[in-house]
């Protein structure tokens, strides 16, 4: 009886996993991957080399994960509901992680949506959230666009994905084959807008573009058999860029170039390391990549809610406000939550480092 519960639990643990690791884009929707300038020899890929772990690194990164460093804070991260909106035609939420709302022009974007306990295929193993989403996601205002970057858990979670897809309307943007992974959850085919690089579409009278980005994807054993992707947010008068995951490198430039200057920069900051340069960026990257797309106030992401690098969880954002400070770079801290207007911006108060 012992051994025959056991067995049903453990069943009934992994029991959605099959369908959490999504789905190899097939049809039209792969004549399009292999079509595209990205694809070559059988996956997608960056335009210069980016190996995700550099030869020679691998002992270096073994030795990181082995130091003893503080990967979540002492006290509770504090949690803010969003107020209402002052009138301006700018504002963004930070949720935690990458997940935040943009309020461009009176739509509403949701950038790479993440409510789940774990970033992973299960609900019981992988990396925990060190705080719980500000609000519960039902709670989410009616959403104009959900934009997804890439087909990691920590940016592509499929609960959260169900769930949008049956309490909001808005389509679904996302980079090359990742509408596979979609389809697979049952969002519908005209939710799902998949884009290339440097593909546009037209989103209740809202600009997006799919731009590089110096990454890889996949959420089983093969990778990058799906883009990775920044994007560009254009209304008529303003306009925001999202890094999502990404390694510096010169394309961010010619982005600032091509579509700039942006009003709002949601860069991301964490999860870095030396054995793997290529693929994440450091702090002091973030104020580059900042400086190259000519943005005017920037927002960090990708710290703070998930613990998935050897560094102490509050190393990025401490990093980066020395940075900014030096570089004479207006930067938002929001606590998970709060609304910041970008027309006047809050100063950055440090409250992070009152729960260290």
Not at 156 to 173: G, H, I, K, W
């Amino acid at each position: 009886m012992a051994g025959a519960a056991a067995l049903a639990a453990a069943v009934w643990a992994v029991r959605n996993v099959p369908a959490a690791l999504g789905a190899r884009p097939s049809g039209e929707r792969a004549s399009r991957v292999r079509r595209s300038k990205q694809f070559r020899d059988g996956a997608f890929r960056n335009t210069t080399p980016s190996p995700i772990l550099p030869p020679g690194t691998r002992q270096q990164v073994a030795r990181e994960f082995l130091r003893r460093t503080q990967r979540k804070p002492r006290l509770p991260v504090p949690l803010m509901t969003p107020g209402p909106s002052q009138g301006g035609d700018l504002d963004a939420v930070w949720y935690g992680h990458s997940s935040a709302l943009i309020e461009i022009e009176g739509r509403r974007v949701l950038l790479d949506p993440v409510w789940s306990e774990r970033c992973s295929p299960a609900s019981f193993t992988g990396p925990r959230r060190l705080h719980p989403p500000p609000v519960p996601l039902y709670q989410l205002p009616e959403l104009d666009a959900i934009v997804i970057s890439h087909d990691h858990y920590d940016h592509l979670d499929m609960d959260t994905v169900r769930l949008l897809a049956r309490t909001q309307s808005a389509p679904f943007l996302v980079p090359l084959g990742v509408g596979a992974h979609l389809e697979r959850w049952r969002v519908p085919a005209s939710r799902i807008i998949e884009l290339d690089w440097n593909e546009e579409a037209t989103v209740s009278g809202l600009r997006f573009v799919a731009t590089p980005g110096r990454h890889f994807s996949g959420r089983g054993f093969r990778r990058d058999q799906t883009l990775w992707a920044s994007w560009v947010v254009a209304g008529e008068r303003r306009r925001v860029f999202y890094t999502g995951d990404s390694g510096y490198f010169d394309g961010y430039a010619a982005i600032g170039e091509t579509y700039g200057p942006f009003d709002l920069s949601v860069i991301q900051i964490g999860a870095y390391s030396k054995g793997w340069p290529d693929i994440h960026m450091t702090p002091e990257e973030a104020i580059l990549t900042h400086l190259d797309v000519r943005a005017r106030v920037l927002l960090p992401v990708h710290w703070g809610t998930f613990s998935l690098a050897p560094h102490a969880w509050n190393d990025p954002i401490d990093q980066l406000w020395r940075e900014a400070k030096a570089r004479d770079v207006r930067l938002v801290v929001p606590r998970p939550g709060e609304r910041v207007t970008l027309d006047d911006p809050p100063p950055v108060d440090g409250w992070w480092q009152t729960i260290i």
